[in-house]
Each structure stands twice: as C-alpha cells, then as structure tokens.
C-alpha cells in the first residue's frame, strides 16, 4: 500500500497536479475556518443563499424543493412503527434504504433554503423543530438499519459505498451547527459507519487498486469524504481525499496505467468506465458535474487551490463533450446501458450544461468567454426548451439566467461547423457538419460490445457492431432516437449493423435474474464479480482492428467484425455448461466520412455457421401521423417508390412532416429491401424499471438480405444527409465517388470533388490503391490540394504497430509541415512516408508534401 501511495505522490507530481494541494498542513485554526468556509459553501450551492433565492428565476426551484420536503414530512407522519416513511419499508432492500436517506437530505435542504420574504416565504427555512426532527430520523436508521455492520452490505455494492453516503454526508453539512448542538457525538458515529462500509477500499479508506474506486465513483467517493473531514475538521482526511480525487485529471496513459485503471479521459477526447465501456454521457457527466461541484465548495477554503484544474475540465468539455452533444442532445454511443432510460438525450445535456454553467463561474478571461457562449449556443440550438428548474443548485439557475441575459456574449459552438472526431480510444467517431452528424460505435479486444447491468438495457447485443446514428439539423431526436428508437427498432435491425438472422433471449430470459449466478463456479459468477462483468454485463470483442484516422475535418474508420470474449471462452471450454454465448457473423467495414456522403464498404459478409445473415443500410424512426415515403431510381433507369424489394441505384427516405430526409446511393449492392412497419412496443422491453408503456412509430428500415449458405459478399453504399432528389441523380454513375478496392484486405474510395483518397489496409503485406501503396494494417487520408500541396495522414487502427509506412507513387515530394515522428524520403517511384506510431494509441499523424 505504502509502495502504491509513493507511485501516487510521483505520478501526481510529474503531471503538475500535486501542487494542487498545499505542501505545508494548515494550522488548527486555519483548518477549522476551511473547514467552516467548505461547509458554508456546500450549504450556498445546494441550498442557494438569500440573494440567489430572492431572483424570479429560482421560484420554480424552491417551490420544488419545498413540495418535495413537505411531501416527505407527510410521509413520516403516516408511518408505521417500523417505518420512517410510510410506505417503503426496511431490512432488505438497499434501494429503499438509500431513498430513506434521500428524503432525509431533501427535508434538510429545505430548512436550508432562504426564501423570499412575504408571502412566499417557507416555514420550514432555519425550522429547528424539522431540523431536528430529520436528525433523529438519522439516529433511528443508524440505530436499525445502517449501524449494524453484519446486518448490512446487501444488495448493491453502489448503495452502500456511494449513495447512501452522499446523502448522510450533505445532510450533516446541511445541519452541522444542529447536529453538534443536538447530537454531538452523531456525526463521528456516522463517519465510523462510512468508513466502515467502505468495503472495496482499505482500512475505511480509498484503494486506488479496486475496479470499484475508479472514475465518477472515485470523485463520488472522495468527495463525501472531504465532507466528512469539514465536518470532523479532519485535514488529514481532506487532503487524503483530495490527493485521491486528483487522480481522476489525469489523463490515462494505455501503455503505463496507473494501478492499472482504465477509466478515465484520454488524449483523444475518449471516456472510459467499467474499464472498457465509452461512457462520456452517463458516468463521464457525472464524473464532471462532481469535480465542478468539488472545485466550487472548495472555493476559499485553503484546502486545494482549485483554479489550477479549470483549465483541463474545460478540455474535457471542449474535446470530450462538445463533440458528442448535437443540438442540445447526447448521442447514443456514449451512454452505455442508459441507452435503455426514459430520461436521456436532451436530459443528459442539461445536466452538462449546469455543469458548465458553474464551471464559467470558475474559469477567467477567454476560457470563461468561450464556456458562457457554449451555454447560449446549446440553449439556442436545442428544439426543446431547457428547464433550470432541474438544476441543482439554486446559485446555478442564477448564474445560467445572467449568461443568457448577457448581450455581450455571443452564442459560440465549441465544435467548428465541421470537424470529424476519432475517439479511437473508445471505439466510437463522431463526423460533424452543418446539417447533420453522424456516430459510429465500433468495439474491439479493448472496448467493449454494448453493456447491460441491472435489467437495463436488455437487448444490446449488436451496439457496438457497427451501429450508427445520423442526427439532423432542426430536428426533436426524440421522435428519431432515445428510447423509443431502442424500442420500436429491431435489435438485430440496428442502422448499421451486420447480423446473423437468430432469435437471442435477454439475460433475465435467460436465467431468471438479472445477471447469470453460479458461485460455486471456479470463475465466481456473482453479481458484481468481474466474471460477471466480462461474460455478462460487458463483454469486449475479440478483433483487435478497430480505428481510423482524421485529416482536418475528414474521417476514416475501420473495423473487423468479432465474436465477442464469451463466445471464445464458451467454445474453449472455458464457460458453464448453462452459460448461453452467441456467434456473431463475419464482415470487414470502413466508413469513409467526407462532406456531404457517408460512404460505407463491407466485405466479408457473412457467416461461418452457414446462417442467412441481414446488413441493415439504415433504420429510422418517426411519429405515426408523420408523412414518410421512399422513392428511387432503378438500375434500369425506372423509377420506383417503396416498401418492397428492389434493385436500386438510389433511395430517398423522406418524412416531409419534420421536412428531413436521407439519401442512399447503392454502389455495389444486390437488391435491398425496404420497409416501413408501424411498431408498437412497450418501453419495459429495453428495461424492466421502464414504466410499461406502449411506444408507437414508423419504423423505416433499409436491409440487404444473404441467404443461408451463402459465399460472403462485398457490399457499398453511401448515406447521403438531408438529400434532394435533384442531388441524388448526381450520382448516376457514381458522382465524385470511386471504389478503388473492398476486399477483407484493402477498402479504399476517392472523392474526385475533394480530392480525397481514403484507405484501410486489414492485413500484413501491401497494399496497392489509389497511387498508394502501404505497408500493413492501416487507416490513410490523402488529401490533394491545389498549389502542388498533398497532406497525408496516417493512424495505427490496431495500436500494437511501431511505424506504418505509405508510399505515395508519383513525382517526388518534399516535406512542408509534419507531426513528430513522420520521416519523409524520396525513393524510386514516389515519396516513401514512414510515420512512427509506437505508443500512439490510435492518433492520426500528419505531413504536408508539395511536389
């Protein structure tokens, strides 16, 4: 332990973070002022204070939290003997226990809660009575619930390490004044308990090692325990709490992890929880709303000089957010199992944007200019309007209203109108233009295929396949994604996906319980046990080709479809007998991402059990009075309207209501089916804590069909976003767009327009294409422009290769501008380009030629 705190200490000293935090320990009396300041401004942002609270903009807010606390008051009126609140009983279910606990902290918050004076002020406001009342519904729970530490620790582990402490640590922050005069000796009682159901850590403590203190759950964790040290005006445990939240700024290092995490932001914008699940929109928005309320409470206190970590936050927004947010919304391949919830998309961003909102409070000059305008950007471009009143804090609803009000801040995207992202690191890209975007969800040997956990999420199997998601402009996503596309769009339909035609049951169809048991198994099958993770919960791939590259705002990416680790491990032996693995199918995919097309290669299309397989081009949801049609040119040069099957030249999907539409233009395909099924489903399908609900809409489905038996095919196609028919005649004959080679080694296409070649190598050996020739697997942008100028850029899609070498044929060229590592030589028959991508992890090099 002590030999890990000291590799701690280094890591945090070489990347500047150490100095967060004074050398020197503070005096007693300075502890106990810091301590008082962290308490006060807890108390101010949870609670607002009474200049927040006297705006018209917090009314909404208050009156909130007021119905919420009276209702619970009422709920403690009406208990039984044995309950606290009536209704929701104790002893077995964690999850009550938490709720508890909950409702506690919401009566605190609002004896908390300066109102304006008159008649709307609340009688509950500094009501010692109430306040005291809450404190002994603390000691009633600690003394029959939560105190007995063999009765405890049922259930999930979340509860018992990070929730119910939450609530117990802000409540006592709330009320300490109270508590001290009260129950003096309450708040240690309760810390001891804390520290004790601090299961997954080391004596009471934090241990870095453990796969359960990683991430958002390590900044949930230490920061109820830099509550817990102002309480006890323990520095000690501040600055230990502290040191160990600073671990969440660093940016992770694949090729030297500290105590072996993954979880945490990379270099490249990506963001990891659970080890191999891209979660940027779920626990990575937690993780940020944390640190930023983290930074906030510590404001003034003495104990960290907080300022000092805005400046990597804000990247985290500008290079891990902004990205993924497309008018006001979330995009689906960042949300792991909270794909399947209710509340997700624009709910999602408005809880970043609280965040950021706080986080302009924090930054200074043209950081906090550019947070503020990115607040009004995603105000002005989100379609459904945002509710402050869902913020947190009082103080933010304040802040957010005088940003919006402030005439001289400019609505500003963080993103360039157009930008293409690799977030190689966890398998997903993100292509941006004016009009649309467009997500990919990839998944590898390092990323995981999809997650379910908890009944949540129960049909996931093909997510990260291969999935896309093509948002456009102007558009309410809700009646496009979300849960309802989940739910209504068929799981082996998913837009983008190859699979085998199969039937696959959901783990609670499967064995009864939402996980797979069997303790009594070498591999230790348990609810939270790793093997659940890995064969269960999240299960990684087993192909280790899974990347692209970026050439200013264009794209290439690359995967080879897999198996994933539980069918390998099943057909080894490995598995229980009652263990059920599916087989996937076969296919080798790029996507070459330009302008105004998505073009889209396959080969290798098929599948080694003999099984029909179905590539589904696109699938799209809308309300059921929307108007939709398809139309499209025949090969023949007949023109054709849909549903049915036919072989087209193009398509146009069109749902005149929202006036949005997408264009296909079939490449090399054999016939496609097209259909249009209006979908009734009820939402508990995706997730047993769904309400069950009946969600109806037309589902648009664009499929190309293999029999069984089938030889694997080649398949290409382009997506065309927001496409008129005048556009889509265009490419009669295939337009700007060439495929130059689709074969399980090479795929390769031109955009003449551009003056693009894109290219993925999958193999050793080389590769001819395009006036190009290179050496092994790789991704590859050239771009040709005008003046004699060539830019190429280069990434590692399996990141195990030291250099990847690219012979551009032709006259010779001379290096202008380059990246680190790139060598340039002229060599008999062109301009031979060695780019060094040992330790890159997926990152595009780039060099500027001129002939």
């Known amino acids: 332990m002590e030999i890990s705190r000291r590799r701690l200490l280094s890591t945090l000293a070489a990347t500047g973070l150490l100095s967060v935090i004074p050398s020197q320990r503070a005096s007693a009396a300075d502890v106990a002022a810091g301590s008082a300041r962290l308490l006060a401004n807890t108390v101010a942002f949870f609670a607002g204070t009474a200049a927040s609270n006297s ?48 409702r506690l902290y919401e009566i605190a918050l609002a004896t908390r809660t300066p109102a304006p ?19 002994d519904g603390l000691v009633w729970l600690h003394e029959r619930y939560y105190g007995d530490q063999s009765q405890g620790y049922y259930g999930n582990w979340y509860h018992w390490e990070i929730g119910i402490s939450q609530h117990i640590s802000k409540t006592l922050a709330l009320l300490s004044d109270q508590v001290r005069a009260y129950r003096p000796a309450l708040i240690r009682t309760y810390v001891t308990s804390m520290d004790a159901y601090l299961r997954n850590g080391i004596d009471g403590d934090v241990d870095l090692d453990s796969r359960f203190h990683t991430g958002a759950n390590l900044a949930d964790i230490t920061t109820n325990r830099i509550l817990q040290g102002a309480l006890l005006d323990d520095d000690l445990r501040i600055r230990k709490a502290l040191t160990d939240q600073l671990t969440v700024f660093v940016t992770i290092d694949p090729y030297h992890l500290n105590h072996g995490v993954t979880d945490g932001h990379y270099a490249d914008g990506s963001f990891l929880q659970h080890s191999s ?33 805005v400046p ?36 999602d961003v408005a809880v970043i944007v609280e965040a950021v909102v706080d986080l302009s409070s924090l930054a200074t000059g043209t950081d906090a200019t550019a947070l503020k305008g990115y607040v009004k950007h995603l105000r002005a471009t989100t379609p459904t309007a945002l509710d402050p009143a869902r913020f947190v804090s009082p103080v933010s609803i304040v802040r957010y209203a005088d940003i919006i009000g402030d005439a001289s801040i400019p609505p500003a995207d963080l993103n360039p109108a157009a930008r293409s992202v690799a ?12 009009g649309y975007a467009f997500a990919l969800a990839r998944s590898s040997e390092r990323i995981s295929k999809y997650e379910y956990m908890n009944g949540e999420n129960l049909m996931p199997w093909f997510q990260g ?47 009864g319980k939402p996980y797979y048991d069997n303790p009594g198994h070498p591999l230790n099958f348990t609810p939270s046990s790793e093997s659940q993770n890995t064969y269960v919960y999240f299960p990684r791939g087993t192909n280790r080709h899974s990347g692209g590259a970026v050439l200013g705002a264009y794209g290439t990416a690359a995967m080879v479809l897999s198996d994933d680790v539980p069918y390998r491990d099943k057909e080894s032996g490995l598995l229980p007998d009652d263990f059920v693995a599916y087989r996937n199918a076969t296919a080798t995919k790029s996507w070459f991402l330009f302008d105004d097309e998505i073009v889209v290669l396959a080969a290798g299309v098929g599948d080694l059990a003999g099984r029909p397989v179905t590539t589904t081009v696109d699938a799209r949801t809308a309300a059921p009075d929307d108007h939709i049609s398809a139309t499209g040119l025949l090969r023949d040069g007949g023109p054709w309207t849909g549903p049915g099957t036919a072989d087209l030249h193009y398509l146009r999907y069109a749902n005149t209501t929202q006036r949005a539409a997408v264009g296909y233009v079939f490449l090399d395909t054999p016939q496609v089916r097209v259909a249009l099924d209006e979908v009734t489903r009820s939402r508990r399908a995706v997730r047993t804590a769904n309400p069950d609900t009946p969600v109806t809409r037309n589902v648009f489905s664009l499929t190309i069909d293999q029999p069984a038996e089938a030889q694997p095919s080649h398949l290409a196609y382009a997506l065309i976003p927001n496409a008129t028919e005048p556009a889509l005649r265009s490419y009669r004959h295939g337009g700007p767009l060439k495929i130059l080679s689709n074969t399980p080694r090479l795929q390769a296409a031109a955009h003449t327009g551009l003056g693009l070649t894109a290219a993925n190598t999958f193999t050793p050996g080389r590769h001819e294409a395009g006036g190009l020739r290179i050496e092994g697997p790789a991704s590859v942008l050239v771009h040709r422009r005008r003046r004699g100028l060539t830019t190429v850029a280069v990434s590692d899609p399996t990141m195990h290769r030291d250099s990847v070498s690219v012979l551009i044929r032709g006259r010779s060229l001379r290096k202008v501008t380059s990246d680190d590592g790139v060598r340039v030589t002229p060599t008999h028959g062109g301009t031979r380009l060695d780019f060094n991508t040992h330790h890159a992890y997926g990152r595009s090099l780039t060099v500027t030629l001129r002939g």
């Open 423 to 434: 977030f190689n690191a966890m398998d997903k890209a993100v292509h941006r233009r004016p």
């Open 465 to 511: 396949d291969g999935a896309h998601y093509l948002y456009l402009s102007g558009q309410d996503q809700t009646r496009s994604y979300g849960v309802d596309y989940f739910t209504t769009v068929s799981p082996y339909g998913l837009a983008g996906v190859t699979a085998p035609v199969q039937q696959r049951r959901t783990i609670p169809e499967l064995y």
């Open 312 to 347: 990597t936050v804000r990247g985290w927004v500008r290079d891990g957010f902004a990205p993924l947010i497309f008018e006001g919304w979330m995009m689906e391949i960042v949300k792991g199992r909270a794909v399947s919830r209710t509340t997700t998309g624009y709910a």
């Open 277 to 309: 699940v891209a979660y940027t929109g779920s626990y990575g928005k937690g993780l940020l709303t944390r640190v930023v309320q983290t930074l906030t409470i510590l404001d003034g206190t003495g104990f960290a000089h907080g300022a000092e970590l």
């Open 55 to 102: 705006r018209p903009e917090t009314a909404d807010k208050l009156a909130t939290v007021d119905k919420t606390a009276r209702t619970n008051l009422t709920a403690m009126d009406n208990a039984a003997e044995d309950e606290l609140f009536a209704g929701l009983p104790l002893g077995t279910n964690e999850a009550n226990l938490n709720t508890a606990f909950r």
């Open 117 to 135: 004076s008159g008649d709307t002020a609340s009688d509950l406001f500094e009501n010692t009575v109430v306040q005291r009342r809450v404190i």
